[in-house]
């Protein structure tokens, strides 16, 4: 059962810190060991606050062994109540710089708020200036965290780090997003078209174009999800990748789908063209923006392809059902 802080001894209050400094260093271990590879400067920032919480550890530790001698008991922040519940964040990789940097300032925050209330509970005075202290470094260690992006990366840096984010959001992101969309706005057209041109009724076009869409996200979101669990190649967690990818997928079908819902067969096919003329050109500008490909080449690529398949399916169902 967890104890209210009012409730601990000194002593309890001591061992308390000790472990909190011990969680929180190891945490920073993590962190700069999670981000060498993509921000090594950012690293190097968790590299020097997990040495300074190794120094808080053993200031600590002497503290307690000039109080209550050698025996420290095992008091964790989870046997307190009040302390925020963290989600192991430190855990992922790879680590999402974002959401490292806001962790760390709440970890800081976390520690200097014990701090100060530990101050008016203990009555030695060796013991609140010690407090004191530490509560001043986490202070600082706080700033440090919410200044991270501005006084302690330089310029050039920063523009490398945000770089190295911008890769791994593509990875992660962009590129199964990218996937999911061309292949439920390209394989989809054929069933869709060839079941308006085959029944004439829009009715008709609109449950082929849902159920194939809603098959292929299936279908896609497993496959990308199945297809590394990104340890190697950074791609980050597999789930995540294979909502995306299924979700997009979907998206990219239902677009040209949905025009069918008009009664009218040739003014849902006028409006399910021009989705798809959208959704082509929409590829191609996400192929430019972050797969580095020309415009006027993704367009190409995607629209000669698009073209093909949409023809494809107005012929088969046109020649199916003669």
């Known amino acids: 059962m967890a104890k209210n802080f009012k409730d601990l001894s000194e002593a309890e209050i001591l061992a308390l810190a000790i472990s909190l400094e011990e969680t929180d260093g190891r945490i920073y ?11 090594p400067a950012t690293a190097q920032i968790f590299k020097k606050m997990e040495a300074e919480e190794g120094d808080h550890r053993r200031f600590l530790i002497d503290e307690y062994r000039r109080r209550f001698g050698d025996h420290i008991p095992l008091i964790r922040r989870e046997d307190v109540r009040g302390f925020v519940n963290r989600r192991p964040i430190w855990l992922v990789r790879p680590l ?17 708020r014990f701090y100060e209330q530990a101050m008016t509970t203990v009555s030695d005075a060796s013991t609140r200036k010690l407090l004191g202290d530490l509560a ?25 780090e945000d770089r190295a984010n911008h890769r791994l959001f593509v990875l992660q992101i962009v590129q199964p997003g990218l996937a999911g969309l061309m292949d439920g706005s390209v394989s989809t057209l054929a069933p869709v078209f060839a079941a308006a041109f085959a029944t004439g009724h829009s009715h008709d076009a609109f449950l082929v ?15 990308e999800a199945l ?45 399910a063209v021009a989705v798809v ?16 490909t020309p415009f006027l080449a993704a367009a190409f690529q995607v629209i000669v392809g698009g073209v093909l398949v949409f023809l494809a399916g107005i012929l088969i169902g046109h020649y199916g059902a003669s």
């Open 136 to 160: 001043q470094a986490e202070r600082q260690h706080e700033t440090m965290a919410e200044s991270m992006t501005e006084e302690h990366l330089t310029p050039d840096v920063k523009a490398e």
């Open 277 to 292: 003329i959208i959704e082509l050109l929409a590829i191609s500008y996400i192929r430019k923006r972050y797969m580095d």
């Open 227 to 271: 297809s590394d669990d990104g340890s190697m190649t950074g791609r980050g967690k597999p789930v995540l990748r294979g909502v995306v990818c299924g979700l997009m997928t979907v998206g990219g079908g239902i677009g040209h789908t949905l025009p069918y819902l008009i009664p009218d067969f040739w003014t849902a096919t006028a409006f």
């Open 96 to 112: 999402g710089i974002k959401a490292v940097r806001r962790q760390a300032e709440i970890m800081e925050m976390e520690t200097r």
């Open 29 to 39: 271990s993590d962190f700069a060991e999670g981000l060498k590879t993509d921000f």
């Open 209 to 223: 174009g849902m159920a194939a869409s809603v098959g292929a996200g299936i279908s896609m979101g497993f496959a």
